[in-house]
């Protein structure tokens, strides 16, 4: 429980440092499950292979905390140091966070992040998609364009006649601008059974 009112003030710090609000009603739960997540993930970390070292939580906070040279602009690498470090232990006193705790938390999202690019190895690029058809009927028999038909009977007229035919035929008005029997392009990973 002391790491999460713990988070719960290092984020009410932040915004208090960035300008913006803490919704005590919502946050809490959300933070909780986070630890839950992060925890998990802690433990699978070293099987999955991944690790962040102390020089990519050094990176990540140089990245945040450097401030940007203008395009051009010449500066000294002692002053954009100085300014990290005045940067970095300003944030720091506003979270009332120590170097070492704050560190633990840039690991983490590290940690994180080295799981979203593992998780997205495993996507096929290019994928390869399908068209999904549907059919649509109106609820309203009266409503315009509406042809009518139960979904019995329209499961009926396809036994006969093929797919594709049969919703612009029968159940969509002709004067639909867009091709009424596809929906949509899709991943075929939703569901392997569609056909290309």
């Known amino acids: 429980m002391g790491d999460l009112v713990q988070r719960i003030r290092v984020l009410q710090g932040v915004n208090r440092y960035e300008g ?21 993930l802690r433990q699978a970390a070293p099987e999955l292979g991944i690790d ?3 020089e990519a939580i050094e ?10 040279v203008p395009e051009g602009q010449e500066v000294d ?5 100085r300014e990290f470090r005045n940067n970095y232990q300003t944030f720091l006193t506003a979270t009332g966070l ?4 704050f560190r633990v938390i840039v690991e983490e999202e590290i940690t994180e992040f080295g799981l979203f690019l593992l998780m997205g190895q495993e996507i096929e690029s290019p994928q390869t998609h ?6 649509r009927l109106s609820i ?12 019995d009977q329209v499961a009926q007229r396809l036994e006969v006649e093929p797919f594709e035919t049969e919703p612009v035929r029968l159940i969509v008005p002709p004067d639909t601008p867009i091709p009424p029997a596809t929906l949509a392009g899709c991943p075929r990973a939703l569901s392997p059974t569609w056909t290309a």
């Open 52 to 54: 962040p070292s102390d």
């Open 59 to 68: 990176n990540e906070l140089r990245r945040r905390y450097t401030p940007t």
């Open 98 to 101: 120590t170097d070492s705790e």
């Open 130 to 135: 399908v068209e999904v058809r549907w059919i």
């Open 140 to 151: 309203d028999p009266s409503e315009s364009g509406s042809s009518g038909l139960l979904p």
């Open 77 to 81: 690498p002692g002053q954009l140091d």
């Open 20 to 40: 913006g609000r803490v919704d005590l009603s919502t946050v809490p739960f959300e933070y909780l499950q986070n630890l839950v997540n992060v925890e998990i």
